[in-house]
């Protein structure tokens, strides 16, 4: 059982606060977007180079990543807030364990689709310097779940936390178990 005061909110119900809405959209400009957007723009100016490894399909695949990174990502804001009623800053985190929608294939989907949308504008721009970038994010991301995101849920969630963590893979998409 959660510790006292939290507990598991069935997907979509109740309503969310509104300080999960603001906050979250004040945090999603503020740091995902500003690593998404600025990053990439100052590394490459968002100039059209020659694909790399001058093949075209390089191009096709950023932008490939693009539209599926997007969706997967939007998808994990609004879940933090409708199903978590919280946002994704670690100083105003969820009341509710997020289990619902790409939190079922993976446990960091907001992660992936900013690394999705960072490798796919590394690929759409030809830029190698953006590329590595996501690539530093990427391990900068791994770093924060494992010593300060994992074990804040294990403590906020508890045995449900752990049940969820058996059951779903940290970074590589699988099918849910039934």
Do not use: K
Not at 81 to 93: F, L, S
Not at 140 to 154: D, G, I, K, N, T
């Amino acid at each position: 059982m959660p510790p006292e005061g939290h507990r598991i909110a069935p997907t979509g119900r109740g309503r969310p606060p509104l300080a999960a809405v603001l906050g979250t959209a004040v945090f999603v400009l503020a740091v995902p977007g500003t690593a998404v957007v600025v990053g990439p723009w100052l590394l490459s100016g968002w100039e059209l180079r020659e694909p790399l490894l001058d093949a075209a399909w390089t191009r096709w695949l950023g932008l490939l990543l693009l539209a599926a990174a997007l969706p997967l990502f939007a998808d994990f804001v609004l879940r933090f807030v409708r199903e978590g009623h919280g946002t994704p800053a670690p100083i105003a985190p969820t009341r509710f364990l997020v289990r619902g929608g790409p939190f079922r294939w993976t446990r960091n989907p907001g992660y992936l689709g900013v690394l999705g949308l960072l490798a796919g504008q590394g690929l759409v721009f030809a830029s190698p310097a953006v590329l590595v970038y996501a690539a530093v994010i990427g391990l900068a991301f791994h770093a924060f779940v494992v010593a300060y995101e994992e074990p804040a849920l294990r403590r906020r969630f508890g045995a449900e936390y752990e049940t969820y963590c058996r059951a779903v893979p940290r970074w590589l998409p699988r099918p849910p178990r039934r």
